[in-house]
Nanobody, 122 residues
Framework: QVQLIESGGGLVQAGGSLILSCAASGRTFRSYPMAWFRQAPGKEREFVCNINWSGTTTYYADSVKGRFTISRDNAKNTVYPQMNSLKPEDTALYYC???????????????WGQGTQVTVSS
């Protein structure tokens, strides 16, 4: 069993930066691909980025490519998305997820956090 706790969300002006973190419990964290998804009000949850167990492979949604960078520290059981050049359309509840395979599909991820709110003002 893996429990995920997100933090680092908040209010930021357009063009600013935030670093989210997702702390995981459980000894098997380092074996899981990790991902971030987000859900804006009135919209479906969408893929943002993910990273394989070793941190050597990452994927990004086109909407965040070049602005977001995901990394992980397996010694600390934590995964981080560095979010730069934030836009108002990045406003959403951001969820951390852990799963069995590296994919953009929500259904592959078995464990989810409660989410952390990111609000970008124009």
């Amino acid at each position: 069993q893996v429990q995920l706790i997100e933090s680092g969300g908040g209010l930021v002006q357009a063009g600013g930066s935030l670093i989210l973190s997702c702390a995981a419990s459980g000894r098997t964290f380092r074996s899981y691909p990790m991902a971030w998804f987000r859900q804006a009000p009135g919209k479906e949850r969408e893929f943002v980025c993910n990273i394989n167990w070793s941190g050597t492979t990452t994927y990004y949604a086109d909407s965040v490519k070049g602005r977001f960078t995901i990394s992980r520290d397996n010694a600390k059981n934590t995964v981080y998305p560095q979010m730069n050049s934030l836009k108002p359309e990045d406003t959403a509840l951001y969820y951390c997820a852990a799963g069995g395979e590296l994919t953009t599909s929500m259904t592959a991820y078995n464990y989810w956090g409660q989410g952390t709110q990111v609000t970008v003002s124009s």
